[in-house]
C-alpha cells in the first residue's frame, strides 16, 4: 500500500520551505497530490482578499510544477470534493496544516471524523503559528486575556526549526483532473480595484523572502521608532504573506531573533509586534465569538450606531478629516493600511461616529489583501474598547493631533488625497480608478468638511459611555 498516494490539501500555507506538513508528508516516500479546494469557507471571504489569494495560488502552482508537482483545483464543498478526489486518485490519505477560527475549524472536524469513519487517514501540521494556540496557557492552565504575560510565555517557548523547502515532490502515476484557475474568476468582485492595487503586492514564497531580507537589512535598526509613521516605508509589510501562508512565521521569528542576538536594536519590538498576530489566534481559538460579539458583555448595551450615510461616507474616504480619509485610500489604492492609520480609521468609526466595530470590520474584511480574520477582530475590539486587553473606551483618537504628531509633514496625508494637492501624487490619482464608478468621484471635486467638529464627536461619545455606566 506504500505506492497509494496522499492528498496534501492546501489551504493557508502556499510556499515549500518551513512547511511542517510537507515535510511529514515526503517522510512518507508516497506520490502526492497537493490539491486547493474553492468551498463555500474561500468563496465567501472579502474581494481583496480572494483575488489576492488566487494571485498566489497561481504563484504557488508555478512553484509546485518547479518540484515536479501540480497544484490540483477542485470546487465544492470540503467532505465532498476530496472524497471525489480519493475515488479519482486511489489516495489513502489526506493531510493539511490547521486552520483555527471557527468556520475553518468547524469544516476540519467534520472532514477528519469523515475520513477516519471511511477508513482513510486524516492528519493535521501546525505551521501557521509560531505556537499552537492550546501550547501558550496561564499557570492555571487557561487561555491569556492579556497580551503581556502571553508574550512573556510565547518568547520563552522554542520555536518550531527551519525546514527545507522539498527540491522534488514524487507525482503520482497519473494525474487527476483539475478546474482552470482563470474560470474560478477569483477577482471577479474586485473589478477595478485589482489593476490599481497589483503593483503594490509581493506575491508568493520568492517574493515574501526576498521582503523579510530587505526589511531585515535596510529598516530593522529604525523599525522602533519609525514604525508610527505611515509616510516612511519602516515595517516589514510582512502581512500580506503571513495571511496566505507564502512564509512561516517561524522562519521570521529566527531571522529577527538572530539580529536580536547580533544586537540590532529595533529586532526586539519588531519580535514583539509579531507575536501580536499569534495573540490574536490565540483569543479567536479560545474564544469563537472575536468576530462577532462584544468581548466584555458590558457593552452589549452600549447605543451604537449601526450602518450610516456617515458610515458609508467613512468607507468611501469623504469624512473630511484627512488622516481618516487618507488611510481609507491607502486601502484601496495598495490593499492594504498602515498600522496607525487602522487605529486612527477603527477609532474615527467607533467614537466620533460612534459606529458598531462590526461595521468597520466587515468593511476592512471585505477590501484587505491582508485581511486576517483573527487580527481584524482584535484589532476593532481593541480600538472600539470592547475587547480584550483594550483601549479604554474613552480614549479617543483625536485625527487631527495623531497627524501632527505621526504625520508633521503631510506626506501622508497628500499621497492619497488628491483634493489636497494642486498637482496630486499618482497614488492619490490611482484612488480615483480603484474605486467604484458608481461612486462618481472625480479628483476636481472640493474636499469634503469634516463629518462632524472633533471636538462634538469626542462628546457624544463620552456622553453615551457615561450614560451606559449610569
Ligand atoms: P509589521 O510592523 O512589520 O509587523 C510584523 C508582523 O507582526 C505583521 O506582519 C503582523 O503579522 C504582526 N503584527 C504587527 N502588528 C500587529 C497587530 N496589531 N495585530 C496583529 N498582528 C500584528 N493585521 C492583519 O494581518 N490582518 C488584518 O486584517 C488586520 N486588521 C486590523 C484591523 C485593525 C482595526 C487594526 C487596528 C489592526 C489590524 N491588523 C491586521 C494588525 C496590523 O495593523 C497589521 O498586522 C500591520 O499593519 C501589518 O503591517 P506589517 O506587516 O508591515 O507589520
Redesign the pocket.
Known sequence: MTDTPLILWFRRDLRLADHPMLTAALANGRPLIPVFLLDPETEAIGAAAKWRLGLSLADFATRLEGVGSRLILRRGAAPEALARLIADTGATGVMWSRAYDPASIARDTAVKTALRAAGYGAESHPGFLLAEPWQVETGQGGPYRVYTPFWKALRQRDIAPLLPAPKQLPPPESWPTSDRLEDWQMGAAMRRGAAVCLPHQAVGEAAALTRLDD?LDQRLARYAEA?DFPATPA?????EN??YGEIAPARIWHAAMHRLDAGDSGAGK?LS??G??DF?WHLIYHFPALATENWREEWDGFPWRGDSADAERWRRGLTGEPFVDAAMREMYVTG????RA??IA?SYLTKHLMTDWRV?LAW?ADC?T???PA??A???Q??AGSGPDAAPYFRIFNPATQAEKFDPNAVYRRRFIAELSRTPPADALSYFDAVPRAWALSPDSAYPKPLIALDKGRQRALDAYAARKA
Request: glycine content about 6%; proline content about 0%.
Open positions: 526589511f514604525r515595517t516589514s509589510r510582512l502581512s503571513l495571511t519588531f509586534e509579531l501580536w498576530r490574536a492594504t493600511m498602515h498600522n487602522r487605529m477603527a468597520g476592512f484587505l491582508d485581511w486576517d487580527s481584524n482584535m484589532g476593532w481593541w480600538v
